[in-house]
Nanobody, 114 residues
Framework: VQLQASGGGLVRPGGSLRLSCAAS????????MGWYRQAPGRQRELVAV???????GYADSVKGRFTISRDNAKNMVYLQMNSLKPEDTAVYYC?????????WGKGTLVTVSS
């Protein structure tokens, strides 16, 4: 399974971005799809996840601002990010789980700065 994330960029504080991640390759059933991020000098952390039944989980720091969604027919996962803050600056990675295997994308950089 290959993952291609897109949608990152430079945005001012308070702005919005929408990240997309497309899964391709040998896909039979994607279970959890999610987004993680890694800021400079920090460990990678969970941002949001979504099960194939629609259940979601969010980091406390993004609750109420970020929304994860997925399109199972297109093997896509999205992250709508609103009210962005400078501390949201990071490389954002998508991850999917198929069977017992985790697959990671290469990441897309989000920079929140005035």
């Amino acid at each position: 399974v290959q993952l291609q994330a897109s949608g990152g960029g430079l945005v001012r504080p308070g702005g919005s971005l929408r990240l997309s991640c497309a899964a391709s390759g040998s896909i039979f059933r994607l279970n959890v799809m999610g987004w993680y991020r890694q800021a400079p000098g920090r460990q990678r952390e969970l941002v949001a996840v979504m099960g194939n039944g629609g259940s979601t989980g969010y980091a406390d720091s993004v609750k109420g601002r970020f929304t994860i969604s997925r399109d199972n027919a297109k093997n896509m996962v999205y992250l709508q990010m609103n009210s962005l803050k400078p501390e949201d600056t990071a490389v954002y990675y998508c991850k999917v789980v198929q069977g017992l295997v985790d697959y990671w994308g290469k990441g897309t950089l989000v920079t929140v700065s005035s």
